[in-house]
């Protein structure tokens, strides 16, 4: 099973993964969920901060999708 990565439009720090590539169970932002990467193994997944790929793949099962904030992001200070 692949899990699909978006990000939250307005807080770039805020991913949500779910199941399906067109995102229909994402939960609603006042912005919107742009797409960021598709996951195919731990490794993969390690790379953009799902550390449980096991986990993941799981609660995505449960409930349709998986919220989560990235920690250790670089920002622009310019």
Same mark, same amino acid.
């Given at each position: 099973m692949a899990i699909f990565?978006?990000?939250?439009?307005d807080?770039?720090?805020?991913?949500?993964?779910t199941?399906?590539?067109s995102g229909h169970r994402l939960p609603a932002l006042a912005?919107?969920?742009?797409?960021h990467a598709e %996951?195919? &193994?731990a490794l993969h997944a390690a790379v953009f901060g799902v550390m449980n790929f096991e986990a993941a793949k799981q609660a995505i099962s449960r409930q349709g999708y998986l919220c989560y904030t990235a920690?250790?992001? %670089?920002? &622009?200070c310019n």
């Open positions: 990565l978006f990000r939250n439009g807080n770039l720090v805020e991913y949500c993964a199941g399906t590539r912005s919107r969920w742009l797409y %996951l195919q &193994n920690t250790g992001v %670089l920002k &622009n």
